[in-house]
């Protein structure tokens, strides 16, 4: 019998040990967050500190973040995950959190980055500024802070077969506010209970019922806002001067006071202008009319109120028009002006105003 109990208390502690086990992990888990690779990390084994092993050897290479395929270059304004493999004495290998799938932190590796900036998380990013990296290679040194004399060094080619998209489409209008419900009206009072007559004994009818009141009508529908027209846009095409193989075209786009500018391989790159009007909003519905109260029970009975009107539909907006295209183009990079794309048709499918096209020489665009 003893036994027995002794067997249940341990059950139980059991049990409570767990519970609040449970109830801590997710706070547990939440720090081990926070503090990348702590030293609880490191004690409940999430975590492994490459300070401790004898590294000999270090690689790096790029993956994309969502399918983890290999990246062997970046465009402009892309990105990747940084995946490191550091290899110790004993043959074993350490790869590094996320696209790795490891349980080193990136903390314990000293990355300088040339071109490309690099996130504590290791992600791998390009601007979509081409002046910094035209004409250059991005580079990645990359060594364990424990061990710096084990170096790997990753080269990043700059890609620019890719296609670019330059956004200058005027606004969509806004939708118009719906207008309000209109208020049922309240039934009307029932007529006064019938009662016997004190003289006569007679049963007197049921006094007549209220009429009941009339419901409110609705709220307009307010008009939908109009798109906005498509900007004003200029673009400038030209080679890049610096090459003598493979062509690249140097493109900038301006309108409004701000611009874009691009590098573009016509070997499977393009660029795509959209200068497209914005569409009208859509007109607010107009409120529900309120119901008539229903009239009070009573001899005669009481009348329904009536029903209000409902509200009217608000207009939609007008679509904005389509905006104006004007293209200089260098005459060396007229036979490749097939990879610059465009779409300025107006926010109700109106057909595309005409570019206007001149070939002209283009000076430096930056």
Known sequence: MRLGMEMAIRLRRGRQI????????????????????SALAVRMGLRVRLDRLAVTA???????????????ALGPGQSAQLVIVATTQDGKQYATVGGGEGKVAFDNYAITATVVQVTNS?????????????G????????????ADVVAELDIPVRYDLAFVADYSGADGANGIDGMAGWD???GADGAAASVDPVTGLI????????????SNGGDGSNGQDGWPGLPVHIW????????????????VAGAGRQSMYVVDPNGGSLKVLDNGGTGGRGGAGGRAGRGGSGGQGFPPGTSGLDGRPGSEGRPGYAGAGGTITMSVDP????FLSCIKWSNRGGGGEPDPAPTITVEPVSALW
């Open 58 to 72: 270090v690689t790096a290479s790029l993956e994309d973040g969502h399918d983890g395929s290999v990246v062997s």
């Open 185 to 187: 009206g309240s039934s």
């Open 332 to 335: 060396a990079a007229q036979p």
């Open 136 to 147: 250059k290679v991005a580079h990645l040194r990359i060594a364990p802070v424990a061990h």
């Open 122 to 134: 290791g992600e791998v990013s390009l601007t979509s500024d081409p002046r910094v990296s035209e």
């Open 237 to 252: 095409v030209r080679l890049e001067p610096a090459r003598t193989s493979t062509p690249l075209l140097q493109v900038r």
């Open 18 to 37: 767990a519970s609040r086990w449970l109830r801590g992990a997710p706070v547990c888990l939440l720090l081990i967050s926070i503090c990348g690779c």
């Open 204 to 215: 007197r009818p049921q006094g007549p019922g209220e009429r009941g009141s009339d419901g």
